[in-house]
């Protein structure tokens, strides 16, 4: 008789081939990474474990490019959250030709650094503040923000709306009790992809700098991991990674604790 | 029992360790290479089918004139003579000596540049040498100028410049199109056909098959094509860069010199259709020259290096221990700098890659054990992290490396050690910077040359050498880096008083100095037209003073009564040196053998007449500039220094007066406090 | 008032677009002057364009496929599985996603040169299939389907893959035009992967070649970039109109 597996262990299955292929391609090399950072150097391998964290957490260029992401994450992704809502906002609601200029956002998205860049730096000669680049950041992230939350706030069903009205809901009690609490998850899933793309503005930044060596207000951790790597020292580097993984689990968990306290 | 299987093992020990200080015989033997010479001049010549050679010489006797006149039209009297010269010579009188011929038994054929209908054309001729007879087979109404020429299977074939080629097609690593084409004349059958004409850069015959070498949008190619069937095979992709000369010399092997390849073009390289490995065959002569020829297991062809005392002779010289040479096994080296600098393969397949830093990096970090050697420079910005991360396999114990080490100046030898006492690294080559100056001149013109002159002293002599009309030139970029190094040699800010001085110095009496001013009609432009001029025709003897630094040019100087060395001026005394050298991957796959070759590279350095590495030439006895040279070597410092990135922009804006000098030495320090302390 | 906001909205969206316009602007200047001379230097003369251009377009499309197939399944295994550490899982999907690229690039190398992929298409496209940013995100659309749906599909058959094929997808397919545009787009920037893993100039992608167009004859660099903006904007506008008609996205939990 043909045993047949049980639904809850089929569902499990489906997980497998992304586990797999994400323990090879992805959990392997953190594995490798936190290896690297417990040792005194790739080649005579002795376990030195704490030592170097200590030295990478005491090391003032460290800091220094710590800051500068914390600060970019701190005050561009607010912005860009703020930006992004406020135009959804009138895209979804507003008169028709506006939604038409949703195209207009999300042209960024797909423009090559390279390019983009050599506008960047003719527009913006002045390097005093990093200004520039945080422009450059949110210019280049509104277009998957827009897309994501007027996503959201278009699939609430017109009569959700109808009904609440009928009921006697005024306008602002409508916003605060049907629009936020069903456009809050997309808000904060839109918050955390703005946080991993603050860090994938590096190439920008080092093609607008054109340096390894970026004037102070700009150092970021990416610039830290890269020089390091230049210079063969694959220890700051793998430590400076696995403080910036820690960094980042303490932003997922505070963002996951917000929201779950937020639905009470 | 168990004492006779100790010593059983005990022995087997010794005999195994003592069978690696020899090296693996075929080595050696492929760095032994036989050669004859014709002891006269020779133009062109070619191997007949008994593997012997015949040549096309000037007549040098009384009996044959150089050159005469008939009719009033100057002729050619050329000799066609044999290697073993066994038989009678023959007289060619031709109007131009032909630098090509093919010779099939009895038979030359040549090329002959003539004018026919108003235009210039060639000829191919056939010369018997029987009844000393001569006739016109053909006229190629498309080609100027013959490169190349070889007969196979009743077929001429011919390397030639086609005008209407020059400069098609696509261009791309080094390589331009200069026109030629490769065309055939069928000797039976009285046609002339083009084989080739997209980008035919070289050909060579093995019986008869032609490889040609060739270029095409997507880089550098072999394709064969079979002269009995008319056949072409598939394009096969390699990438040899723009080369000299070509021959084949097996069915898969052949042999090329290009400049590229060459380290002090002292080799021609063995390669392989089929197989990756490389093989340096230690023959010097080729030079720039265009024609080998190959049969037998001897390579033939005219000596073409400039120094040479055989000039213009033709060499035979045997390489048929090379083609016992196993090209699949070979040695990958990993380099940052252009692989003309790679030593020589001395007898193993040595394969080099030139790599950017990111690669490079990655190359190391990863461990990769595809590559068996790295070569890199104090220059390159890693050096410093690399030297004491432990990355490299130790060479202290491998033979002659020691001895190689002892004899080397200290600081190289300091350099070479780090701080555990392991040597990580055998150093290759050195530059080391010198002022080269022409005594008598600049004692004529009351310049004060000595081994202390201060630098203000140095620009002043510039502006008063100028002034005299002498032919002299210092690049106002390079001298200030030098500058800049040796002030880096001894700090690690440039927050400092001293820098702030050494700054305005380059600036007011550098770049805003007269005598670095090039602009149109000045006296230093002058200076550098007449120095430009000098370098080109090789009148080492009119330059007053420069800066030089590479092994090269001190020997050049070196035979010249009235030249003397001195340290470049600057303010610290020491003279900034970038040393190269070579590091073994402890990971490599053929780690052994990269140790043995490491181990011949140690003696060949040790030994070679020209290594500036070494303290103990014999060389440094003969003469007082080579004991100059020894001092300013001496005084010498390897400084594995920030990379020019750090300061270089900042620098330039501040020469360019866009930036004060506060703002110079602010941005300037960040860059490098934060490179040091990262 | 409403006019105002638009007035006001229309110059933001000027803004923005500006750059682009820029970029499309100077793609057609050739000292100072209109010319097509760029592109012309662009399409006849560099040879290595249209192989970097198809191999983006391949990557990218082989990659969104792929991974389709991929998270589909393990998004599903997240809404309807029941076991614990579900949680911590997706936070630890998360956490991967939010690696930056020079953490795990060194490592990757390794582990792609023990598995001899250096210089082959696969080094580039299997670590990018089980990128975990396309399993978050559609994880969070998955969160919406109609249980009851399922329901009535698992009375019918008991194969997951029916019940994936004919219950979930019609429900999520707004969702997955979405995850194709991102991961497409996503794939379509790479730049520092093909200039490691790829050695042969014949397999590297059109960022590369952006990023050192500066070595090519001509103006080269702003048609280019013309040309890269072009296939994702396509799939754009494609997909736009299936995108109006909306998406829900779920909790984070």
Redesign the interface.
């Known amino acids: 008789m043909k045993k047949h597996l049980k639904w809850n262990t089929k569902c499990k299955l489906c997980f497998l081939p992304s586990l797999i292929g994400t323990a090879v391609f992805f959990v392997v090399p953190y594995m490798r990474v936190l290896y690297y950072s417990l040792i005194d150097n790739q080649f005579r391998r002795n376990f030195v474990w704490f030592d170097n964290y200590i030295k990478t957490l005491t090391n003032k260029y460290f800091l220094l490019s710590l800051k500068n992401s914390l600060l970019l994450i701190a005050i561009a992704v607010p912005i860009l959250m703020v930006l992004a809502l406020v135009i959804s906002l009138a895209l979804s609601y507003g008169i028709k030709w506006v939604r038409k200029t949703r195209f207009a956002f999300v042209l960024p998205m797909v423009i090559p650094t390279a390019s983009i860049v050599l506008i960047w730096r003719s527009v913006f000669a002045d390097s005093s503040t990093a200004l520039p680049i945080y422009l450059l950041f949110i210019w280049k992230n509104i277009g998957i923000c827009i897309v994501l939350l007027t996503a959201a706030f278009t699939s609430i069903e017109g009569s959700v709306f109808e009904a609440a009205r009928l009921d006697g809901a005024n306008s602002l009690i409508l916003h605060t009790k049907i629009t936020i609490p069903m456009v809050a998850p997309t808000v904060f899933f839109t918050a955390l992809l703005s946080i991993v793309n603050s860090f994938k503005i590096f190439k920008e930044s080092y093609l607008f700098y054109g340096t390894n060596y970026p004037p102070d207000h700009s150092y970021t951790l990416q610039y830290y991991m890269n020089n390091n790597f230049l210079k063969l020292d694959y220890q700051s580097l793998a430590t400076s990674a696995v403080l910036t993984s820690i960094l980042v689990f303490g932003i997922v968990m505070s963002g996951i604790f917000i929201q779950r306290r937020f639905d009470r | 029992m168990k004492k006779g299987i100790l010593l059983l093992a005990a022995a087997l020990v010794l005999i195994c360790g003592c069978e690696r200080n020899e090296l693996p015989p075929d080595i050696a033997e492929t760095n032994k290479i036989e050669r004859v010479f014709s002891d006269e001049d020779v133009i062109a010549f070619d191997f007949d089918e008994n593997g012997k050679v015949r040549y096309l010489t000037f007549g040098k006797t009384s009996e044959f004139e150089e050159y005469s006149f008939s009719d009033g039209e100057p002729i050619y009297r050329l000799r066609l003579s044999a290697e073993d010269k066994s038989e009678d010579p023959c007289v060619l009188d031709e109007e131009n000596g032909p630098a090509n011929m093919c010779a099939d038994g009895d038979i030359v054929y040549y090329p002959s540049y003539i004018r026919e209908d108003h235009a210039e054309s060639v000829a191919l001729l056939r010369y018997s040498l029987k009844d000393h007879t001569k006739e016109k087979l053909h006229t190629y109404r498309n080609i100027t100028l013959v490169k190349k020429m070889i007969l196979a299977d009743n077929k001429i074939f011919m390397l030639a410049l086609d005008p209407a080629n020059f400069g098609v097609g696509e261009t791309g690593n080094g390589y331009y199109n200069s026109g030629e084409i490769l065309t055939c004349f069928d000797l039976a059958e009285n046609t002339e056909s083009v084989i080739w004409d997209k980008g035919a850069v070289e050909f060579g015959v093995w019986e008869s098959t032609l490889v040609i070498y060739a270029h095409d949008a997507d880089g550098y190619f072999f394709v064969t094509y079979d002269a009995a069937t008319g056949d072409y095979s598939e394009k096969k992709r390699d990438d040899l860069g723009m080369i000299f000369s070509f021959a084949m010399c097996g069915e898969d092997r052949y042999v090329y010199s290009a400049v590229e390849n060459s380290y002090n073009n002292s080799c021609v390289t063995m390669g392989s259709l089929t197989e990756k490995g490389r093989l340096d065959i230690p023959i010097s002569e080729v030079g720039a020259g265009g024609n080998i020829k190959f049969s037998n297991g001897r390579l033939c062809f005219i000596d073409a290096a400039p120094q040479s005392a055989t000039f213009g002779q033709l060499i035979i010289a045997d390489i048929s221990a090379a083609l016992n040479a196993d090209l699949s096994k070979f040695l990958s080296l990993a380099s940052t700098e252009i692989l003309s600098l790679v030593p020589g393969s001395l007898g193993f397949s040595l394969v080099a890659e030139q790599l950017e830093p990111e690669e490079f990096a990655l190359a190391l970090l990863s461990q990769d054990s595809d590559r068996d050697l790295f070569l890199f420079t104090s220059q390159d910005g890693f050096s410093q992290n690399a030297k004491n991360k432990g990355s490299f396999y130790p060479l202290n114990d491998i033979d002659g490396v020691e001895e190689y080490l002892n004899d080397c100046f200290p600081f190289i030898r300091d350099a070479m050690t780090d701080e555990n006492g392991n040597v990580w690294a055998l150093p290759v080559s050195l530059r080391v910077n010198a002022l080269c100056y022409d005594s008598e001149t600049s004692e004529q013109c009351g310049l004060n040359f000595s081994d202390n002159m201060q630098p203000d002293e140095f620009t002043e002599a510039l502006l008063k050498a100028q002034a005299s009309g002498l032919t002299c030139f210092i690049d106002p970029n390079y001298y200030s880096s030098l500058l800049i190094d040796g002030y880096l040699s001894r700090n690690t800010s440039f927050d400092t008083v001293s820098f702030r001085e050494l700054a305005e110095f380059i600036k007011t009496r550098i770049f805003k100095n007269e005598a670095f001013d090039m602009s149109g009609g000045s006296a230093a432009e002058a200076a550098f037209k007449r120095f430009g001029a000098a370098l080109a025709d090789g009148r080492l003897e009119d330059i007053a003073f420069e800066i030089i630094c590479y092994q090269s040019d001190f020997s050049r100087y070196s035979e010249f009564p009235y030249k003397k060395l001195a340290p470049v001026p600057g303010f610290y005394g020491n003279n900034s040196a970038v040393c190269t050298f070579i590091c073994v991957n402890p990971f490599a796959e053929n780690l052994q053998d990269a140790l043995d070759y490491i181990s011949l590279l140690a003696k060949t350095l040790h030994n070679d007449e020209e290594n500036l590495c070494v303290s103990e030439r014999s060389v440094y006895e003969t003469s007082e500039y080579y004991s100059e040279l020894k001092s300013v070597i001496n005084n010498g410092s390897i400084v594995f220094n920030c990379p020019n990135e750090v300061y270089a922009n900042a620098f330039y804006d501040y020469i360019g007066d866009k930036m004060t000098l506060d703002e110079f030495i602010a941005e300037a320090d960040r860059k490098l406090s934060a490179y040091l302390n990262e | 008032m409403?006019k105002i906001?638009?007035v006001f909205?229309?110059i933001?969206?000027?803004i923005?677009?500006l750059?682009?316009a820029?970029?499309m602007v100077?793609s057609f200047r050739v000292d100072g002057g209109f010319s097509l001379q760029g592109y012309a230097d662009l399409l006849f003369d560099c040879?290595v364009f249209y192989p970097m251009f198809w191999n983006s377009v391949l990557y990218a499309a082989a990659i969104t496929i792929v991974q389709l197939?991929?998270?589909v399944?393990?998004a599903?295994?997240?809404s309807?599985?029941?076991?614990r550490g579900k949680g911590a899982l997706f936070?630890f999907?998360?956490?991967?996603?939010?690696?930056?690229?020079?953490?795990?690039i060194?490592?990757?190398?390794?582990?792609l040169?023990d598995m001899g992929l250096i210089d082959t298409p696969w080094g580039i496209i299997?670590?990018m299939?089980?990128?975990?940013?396309g399993?978050v995100v559609m994880h969070?659309y998955m969160k919406n389907i109609v249980n009851s749906v399922i329901e009535a599909t698992?009375i019918e058959t008991?194969s997951?893959f029916r019940v994936i094929f004919t219950g979930v997808i019609p429900q999520i397919r707004i969702c997955i035009f979405?995850v194709v545009?991102?991961v497409f787009?996503d794939c379509?920037?790479m730049?520092?992967q093909p200039?490691?893993f790829l050695k042969n100039d014949?397999l590297k992608t059109?960022?590369v070649f952006?990023?050192n167009?500066q070595g090519y004859t001509g103006e080269v660099?702003?048609p280019?970039?013309v040309i890269?903006?072009i296939p994702?904007?396509i799939l754009?506008l494609f997909f736009?109109e299936n995108?109006?008609?909306?998406?829900?996205?779920?909790?984070?939990?």
Do not use: H
């Open positions: 409403r906001n638009a909205f229309a933001l969206a000027l923005f677009v750059p682009v820029a970029t100077f040879f197939a991929v998270i399944p393990c599903f295994g997240f309807q599985a029941k076991f936070v999907y998360i956490i991967l996603m939010m690696m930056p690229l020079q953490v795990t060194l490592p990757n190398y390794i582990g040169r299997l670590p299939i089980f990128s975990p940013f399993v969070q698992r008991n997951i979405a545009l991102f787009a379509w920037n730049v520092e200039m490691l014949g059109l960022p952006i990023t167009a660099l702003f280019a970039a890269f903006l994702v904007l754009y736009n995108l109006e008609k909306g998406l829900t996205l779920g909790d984070l939990s």
